[in-house]
């Protein structure tokens, strides 16, 4: 996911989750712009992004802004050198991820597998 194709995923490549998810330009991300991007009458899709929208809010103050993706790309930056590899980038979706159905499992809402 190197947006700006400078070869890495770093700090400015989060960044464009901003622009894509900030509908009203305030470089803010509120619950209702996140969950505009997803389908949020799919129950399976409906925990993932309010899990997402609340794993990203890291202060949870009801906004996604700059701040948050710092906090973002820091745990995701486990060397701490500035760049997500793409190792430190699968460990963490991995990790979260794997949360996030755990949590599904355990509330019950569980997808059906046809």
Known sequence: ?????????????LET??????NN???KITDAEFEFHFDMQEPTLAIVAKALFAEYDHDQDGVIDS???DNVHDR???LQ???IDHEE???YYTELLTVLYILQIQSGQT???N
């Open 1 to 13: 996911m190197d947006y700006n194709k400078n070869g890495q995923y770093d700090r400015d490549d």
């Open 17 to 22: 989750l901003i622009t894509d998810y900030d």
């Open 76 to 78: 995701m930056d486990h």
């Open 111 to 113: 997808p059906e597998i």
């Open 81 to 83: 050198d500035g760049v």
């Open 89 to 91: 980038f699968v460990t």
């Open 25 to 27: 330009g305030d470089r």
């Open 67 to 69: 701040t948050d993706l």
